[in-house]
């Protein structure tokens, strides 16, 4: 079953640049590459997603090398308000869905 | 309103019981998806479907009913209600399964207690 690898958790400081990163070793060539965040109490909200090199909106910019075996999630700037789980989930392309691990839990600091 | 519901929030039963967790999108979205979330697994998949009378099994599907009669609603069924299915369950919902569609909107969910 293909699944992505991401680190279980991060800490980091307000107003630093947080970039976590996700193994996609299983990714197939139609498949985009996705990122979700999850806040307490609440189901998991979608923030990018990219098929290769850059893309960037208001919430975060998404990095993934030409090999496509990885990407990289970065929030610049986080504040206590970015603590939260962060997902790279399997997305299949075929059906549309998605299988989660257990994703990256990002605690912010003051 | 607008969006994706669930409902209940909160449920509690007994060991045995049928419980139906209910979720309505307004969308009109064709794809909606069930899945369950515990602590130290993260959120699995137990069913999806396509379009209305279209369903398939995702990850974790025994002990799951679902049907979709309507492309608004997505009923998932718990026909005897186990411990191990006191879950927190998320439905969620998109427009289809291709980038840069296949964006899924979660509801609030509803949080299942069996006893």
């Known amino acids: 079953l293909a699944k992505t690898t991401q680190p279980i958790s991060m800490d980091s400081y307000e107003g630093q640049e947080v970039n976590i990163t996700c193994s996609h070793n299983?990714?197939?060539?139609?498949?985009?590459i996705t990122w979700y965040q999850q806040f307490p109490s609440q189901g998991p909200r979608f923030i990018i997603q990219?098929?290769?090199t850059k893309v960037t909106n208001e919430v975060a910019s998404l990095f993934i090398p030409a090999d496509r075996k990885s990407s990289t999630l970065s929030l610049p700037r986080v504040s206590l308000s970015d603590t939260a789980v962060y997902y790279c989930?399997?997305?299949?392309?075929?059906?549309?869905?998605?299988?989660f691990g257990q994703g990256t839990t990002l605690q912010v600091k003051p | 309103d607008a969006g994706i519901t669930q409902s209940p929030r909160y449920k509690i039963t007994e060991t045995g019981r049928q419980v139906t967790l209910m979720c309505h999108q307004t969308?009109?979205?064709?794809?909606m998806f069930w899945y369950r979330q515990d602590l130290g697994h993260g959120l699995r998949l137990i069913y999806y479907?396509?379009?209305?009378?279209?369903?398939d099994k995702g990850e974790v599907p025994d002990g799951y009913v679902v049907s979709r009669s309507k492309t608004e609603n997505f009923p998932l069924t718990l026909e005897s209600a186990t411990r191990s299915q006191t879950s927190v369950y998320f439905c969620?919902?998109?427009?289809?399964?291709?980038?840069?569609?296949?964006?899924?909107?979660f509801g609030p969910g509803t949080r299942l207690t069996v006893l």
């Open positions: 969620a919902s998109s427009e289809s399964q291709r980038a840069p569609y296949n964006e899924q909107f």
């Open positions: 299983n990714i197939a060539t139609n498949d985009y």
């Open positions: 990219g098929y290769k």
């Open positions: 989930p399997y997305v299949s392309s075929n059906t549309g869905k998605l299988i």
């Open positions: 969308w009109s979205h064709s794809y």
């Open positions: 479907s396509a379009a209305a009378d279209i369903t």
